[in-house]
């Protein structure tokens, strides 16, 4: 089944799917059955990591490259001229577990381009989901992309198989859209969306009422916006994340900094790099909406458009709001404790444990994990006496984070000589 | 100076914590193995493993914290370093002497350092569950050697059952020189004699792996090398979630 003739359509297919960021792997737990292979670890589990830095959980594959869309941020658009080729179903569940015995991946994410229409596409990617979990017995995780403008039974089916549904949205704004990919609209990507999410509540009701009632994608679903490929500003970007994670429930929406693959193309910006530095910043605003309780409106709004790209968005939010600072650790509530630049989510857990102990000072602190070079200008405790944001005034504290940064710079040199924490001047 | 030494066993650890408590006498140093004879000064109490002791300080541990506490204790124990058994002492110590439980206490300096090696033993045993490659034999059943820095192979036994049911398996620890063989039925104990491995990549020799099986490490590297996005190489990252000590072991980062 498998044979030397399958290298070569792996490299094309993989190479085609890569710039699908989604490769999580979490969210479903499931024990083996008898006799079968495979269960899902509710953590996920990164099994190795490409030279890029990303994470490698699943298998991640086109069954085909032909598309007879022609969408003009996608190397697999109908105009480009390149090697085309597809995986037979069989081919790619034989490839799923052969890998998964030899605990190479966690699972298969399962993509495709669009063959004659929507609905024979997707109906394909089911086939490969169903022949995993009944032929093989396999308990592993899959991942299927829905394909936008697909029947709705369809997308109705494929959740009953996949343990998680993505549809990508790819450009953030409806107009860049219609401009970019002529044949899709906001529509046909968020229609599907409405369908997956309607149907994961529907089956989360009716798993109360009975117990063995049919998962629904239990790991829910995910979408992708591409970074820096239209002038959409950070605003725009988290806002529609914003509502996305709030009205449809997603798990987790991915931002993917663009990579100029049609450089013909001058409906296009022309990219020397990828805009890799704006697409951890905006992963950073994600996680603080979606973990610190932040609104997108605090992170980014009409007078800040854009984020931050030489400071952390906490840290600027932070210097806007000097007014809230500093706190006092040992007696503040845990939503203003997570709002602390340079405290996360687990140091937050430690102090309020540890702080029913005892009193706490900038050691304990620092040994916990926080990052005392950012926290100490937003917080007090018992002892610490140093000069907070509200001596300092957010403009100073900002040169004073950004010189930590830059140490090393003549730059940084030189503004030592004027702030008024040299012992000099003070 | 008070020298006390055990078998290197759980159980003979929470020996020692008990045989300390009823002498009112607590090591300076602890020695475990053989390790004992090679001491000049002092004299070097040999502690008995006795399984009834070990239960009565395993309970004692649980009624002062929590029982989860426990299995942290376990884990860290794990950590197999020499200064291990000194660390589990003085945290049992504050456990159990303490009348407010200690465990969520991260003012106390040995509170924090046991909770940071009981992170990097749990790291190291989700490292196992990712990085473990099998490779399969010519019987049919699949092999996997390693060399964890901690003795962490107990903790992934249940993860590897569970989800490789349907197949046999081996995993080997190549460090310490055991490992576990789940034959369809039971999980049990096994030392080799004589290892037809490499030990420098973990490989079985060729004459011990199965017909495809080369071809399935060669689509592996393949998929490996075409997942990557060149534009977006990243060697801090790579290396970072991705230590050089692992790289031996991968097929796809092998020469091969």
């Known amino acids: 089944m498998i044979s030397e003739s399958s290298l070569e359509k792996l ?15 979490s969210g479903t737990k499931r024990t083996n059955t008898q006799g079968g292979i495979g269960n899902a670890a509710a953590w996920g589990i990164c099994h190795s990591f490409a030279e890029d830095g990303r994470c490698i959980s699943l298998l991640k594959l086109m069954l085909s490259n032909y598309c007879i869309y022609d969408c003009a941020y996608c190397i697999n658009r109908k105009s480009n001229d390149i090697p085309r080729t597809s995986f037979t179903p069989d081919e790619v569940a034989n490839l799923t577990i ?69 549809v990508n949205i790819e450009i953030p704004s409806e107009e860049n859209l219609k401009i970019l990919a002529p044949d899709k609209d906001f529509k046909s990507v968020l229609e599907p969306m409405k369908i997956i999410s309607n149907n994961i509540l529907e089956s989360k009701e009716e798993r109360k009422q009975h117990r063995k009632a049919p998962l ?168 610490l ?38 012992p000099a001047l003070r | 100076m008070n020298i006390f030494s055990f078998d290197n066993t759980f159980e003979g650890l929470l020996t020692l914590v008990f045989e300390s408590y009823q002498r009112k006498q607590f090591p300076d140093e602890i020695l475990s193995g053989e390790g004992g004879q090679h001491v000049l000064f002092g004299s070097t109490l040999t502690v008995i493993t006795d399984d009834r002791k070990a239960e009565r300080v395993w309970n004692g541990i649980i009624s002062h914290s929590s029982e989860d506490n426990a299995h942290r204790i376990y884990r860290v124990f794990l950590a197999d370093l020499p200064e291990t058994p000194l660390l589990l002492l003085k945290y049992i110590r504050l456990i159990i002497d303490s009348a407010y439980n200690e465990e969520t206490n991260f003012s106390e300096p040995v509170v924090v350092e046991f909770v940071k090696l009981h992170q990097k033993v749990c790291k190291e045993a989700s490292r ?57 039925k039971d999980v049990s104990r096994v030392v080799f004699e004589e290892l ?42 790579h290396r970072q979630f991705l230590p050089k000590r692992f790289w031996k072991y991968l097929p796809e980062k092998s020469a091969l």
Not at chain 1, 15 to 24: F, L
Not at chain 1, 103 to 121: A, C, K
Not at chain 1, 394 to 399: M, S
């Open chain 1, 216 to 383: 629904f994608s239990p790991s829910g679903q995910s979408t992708q916006l591409i970074i820096g490929a239209t002038n959409d500003t950070d605003h725009t970007i988290l806002k529609l994340s914003s509502a996305l994670y709030t009205r449809r429930d997603l798990k987790r929406v991915y931002y993917s900094g663009y990579i100029p693959v049609n450089t013909y193309d001058n409906r296009l910006p022309a990219l020397n790099t990828p805009p890799l530095r704006r697409e951890h910043r905006l992963y950073q605003a994600d996680w603080l909406m979606r973990f610190y309780g932040f609104r997108s409106s605090e992170i980014v709004n009409t007078e800040n458009p854009n984020l931050d790209l030489e400071l952390d968005p906490k840290v600027t939010w932070a210097l806007r709001n000097p007014h809230l600072f500093p706190i006092d650790i040992n007696k503040a509530d845990p939503l203003m404790l997570l709002r602390v630049p340079g405290i996360g989510t687990h140091s937050v857990q430690m102090i309020l444990m540890a702080r029913k102990h005892n009193r706490l000072n900038s050691s304990h602190l620092q040994k916990m994990g926080v990052v005392m070079k950012r926290a100490r200008y937003f917080i007090t405790c018992n002892e």
């Open chain 1, 98 to 166: 052969e890998f998964y015995r030899r605990n190479y991946i966690e699972g298969l994410f399962l993509s495709s381009g669009v063959l004659r229409n929507p609905d024979h596409t997707m109906e394909l990617l089911i086939g490969v989901a169903k022949k995993l979990r009944t032929e093989h017995k396999y308990n592993g995780y899959i991942h299927l992309k829905t394909i936008p403008g697909a029947n709705q039974l369809l997308i109705a089916e494929a959740g009953l198989w996949a343990d998680r549904l993505s």
């Open chain 1, 385 to 422: 006496r140093s000069q907070n944001i509200q001596e300092l005034k957010p403009e100073l504290v900002r040169q004073l984070l950004l010189e930590k940064k830059s140490a090393a710079s003549d730059n940084a040199i030189q503004l030592k000589l004027f702030h008024p924490m040299a």
């Open chain 2, 128 to 184: 196992i569950n990712m990085f473990v490659r099998f490779q399969k034999t010519v019987e049919g059943s699949y092999y996997a050697s390693f060399a964890p820095m901690y003795n962490v192979l107990p903790l992934c036994i249940p993860h590897f059952r569970d989800r490789f049911a349907d197949q046999s398996w081996i995993i080997y620890d190549l460090k310490r020189n055991y490992g576990f063989l789940y034959d369809l």
């Open chain 1, 11 to 25: 490299k094309i297919l993989a190479g085609a799917a890569k710039y699908d960021v989604s490769c999580a792997s």
């Open chain 2, 196 to 237: 037809k491995v490499n030990t420098q990549n973990g490989q079985l020799h060729s004459s011990l792996l199965a017909e495809d099986e080369k071809l399935f490490q060669q689509l592996w590297k393949q998929y490996y090398k075409s997942i990557c996005i060149l534009e977006r190489k990243n060697d801090k990252v």
